[in-house]
Each structure stands twice: as C-alpha cells, then as structure tokens.
C-alpha cells in the first residue's frame, strides 16, 4: 500500500474502493471483500444511499475501526442542516470520519463546509474536502475557510488529465482524488494499444496499467466494482512501476476530454434532490 500525506498530517491510502451505483447489498458485500483484499480506503455518500450498507461492512470485516479510512460526501440538500454530520454518523455507525467532502458545488455550498469545519474542530471528522468543485469554487472556499480542504474529488482519467488543476491544488497543498479513474468504462481508453503493450510487459491488465500511472501521478483512486475478481484485481497494483518514459507517453494521451460536464441547471436539480437516506437498508 502507498499512502498521500495530507496537509495535516492525516496519511489517506493511495487506493480505495468506491461504492457509487451499487445497491445497500451490493456495497456491503463489495466493502467486505475489498478489505478482506487489503483495501483501506472506502469512498461512499449521502447520495448513494448505501452509508448503513458500508457501515455493516466495516463492522462484519473484523478490523479496527483506525484501520479504515472512511470517507464520505453531504448532499447539497442537507448543507443548511445542523445535524446533517450527525446523521452520516450514524448511518455509517461510526463515532467519527476520516474525510468528509462537500459532493457538489451546488445551494448553500459555505454553509454546507461550516458544517464541516465544525465537525473537524469537534474531532468527528479527521480531514475535509472538495468534490466537482472548479479552481474558481476551490478559491472562494480558502477565501473564506477555517479548515483549509485538504483533498479535491473530481474526473481524472488518461484522456483528462486536469494538469493546471493539479498544479493549483499542489501549490494549496490539496490533494486529488480521481474518480472515473478508468474513463467511465469507454472501451477506446481501455484498449489503448499503449496500456496492452505496457500491460504485457509487466504482467497487468491495462485497467491496472491506468490506475498505477495515476498512482504514480499522485492521483488518489477508487474504482468501484462488485465482481471480487475485479476488486482483488484493481488492488494488485504495488508490486511494479512505470518508468519515467512510460509516465510521460500516458501524459501525451491528454484530450481534455471529460465525461461528466456541470450546468447551473443540474446543479439546481442537486440543489432541490433529496436523497432517501432514511429509507436505506
């Protein structure tokens, strides 16, 4: 396992696994089988509605809670609601969080990170952080903040790289976390004669490929699967490395090319959805 440093001291595993899109049965057998694996890391969400599932897991899995790093996200609906941290709490069952992110730049996002400062200051929350938010939100967030965020989750894959965005984020000391780190399933990335030939050279498939060079590219991933061969597979990751010209022929891949674009129009939507997390299993 590798791990990045954030900007207070908390050490966040390089690879996780992530729950978005799976049903409460789904995550929780697919938590327990990425830590019985070695995972460390666990991504879910008030908007997933699996937080009890993920919760279940952790339990039934048999570790210590300070061996998990648990992270999760507050939905634009709940930002203006004091016991929006609270509840996460419980639905996760836990007495704390290691990384909270505010999921979308969307409503009363600064009384939404309030929140999460105070959680973090009462000691509920160890680190907090960004998600979909742009350099300009990022910037009125520090403007204004107490808790510096320490961690940006946003679409970084081969074929959008978000360059300038990472060298924003490193002079904040903020680190990035990808998701979609495999290009959302687009069969043209993944059969990109460069990973085939990379992964026949190290013995790897080319989603493994992909998600060492975002390792070794400081990008933090969580790829999310409920098939066990895939979890073990997409852990498999530490016992080689790309070479310097090897990182450098992925870097040339760069289109800019992004599969989830924000509107003020969805992000009005995200603003007005509430997530049935009361009705969650």
């Known amino acids: 396992m590798e791990f990045a440093a954030l900007h207070n001291g908390v050490k966040m595993p390089m690879a996780g696994i992530g729950t978005f899109l799976l049903t409460p049965d789904e995550a929780e057998a697919s938590v327990l089988s990425a830590l019985q694996c070695g995972y460390r890391l666990i991504d879910t969400a008030n908007a997933y509605v699996n937080e009890k599932a993920v919760g279940r897991a952790i339990k039934r899995s048999g570790l210590r809670r300070e061996e998990i790093f ?3 996200k ?25 990384l909270l992110l505010l999921h979308q730049p969307a409503g009363n996002y600064m009384a ?68 979609y780190p495999l290009g959302h399933g687009d069969r043209a990335l993944i059969q990109e004669p460069l990973f085939a030939e990379l992964g026949e050279k190290y013995g790897k498939s080319s989603a493994q490929i992909i998600l060492r060079w975002h390792i070794q590219d ?27 010209e090897e990182m450098a022929r992925i870097s040339a891949m760069d289109r800019k090319k992004r599969y989830y674009t924000s509107t003020p129009e969805l992000l009005k939507r995200y603003a007005e959805m509430v997530p049935p997390v009361d009705e969650q299993k």
């Open 70 to 72: 648990l992270e999760t």
């Open 74 to 98: 507050l939905w634009p609906s709940f930002y203006e609601q004091p016991d929006a941290v609270e509840k996460t709490l419980q639905r996760l069952d836990t007495d704390y969080i290691d």
């Open 112 to 179: 939404g990170y309030r929140l999460m400062e105070k959680a973090c200051q009462e000691g509920k929350v160890r680190a907090i952080g960004l998600s979909n938010f742009t350099a300009e939100q990022i910037r009125e967030i520090l403007a204004a903040c107490q808790v510096k965020p320490a961690v940006l989750q946003t679409e970084v894959h081969p074929y959008s790289q978000e360059k300038e965005l990472k060298k924003f984020l490193q002079k904040e000391g903020m680190v990035i976390q990808a998701w």
């Open 218 to 244: 400081g990008n933090i991933v969580i790829p999310g699967s409920k098939n066990p061969a895939h979890i073990k597979d997409n852990f498999d990751l530490f016992d080689f490395s790309l070479n310097p």
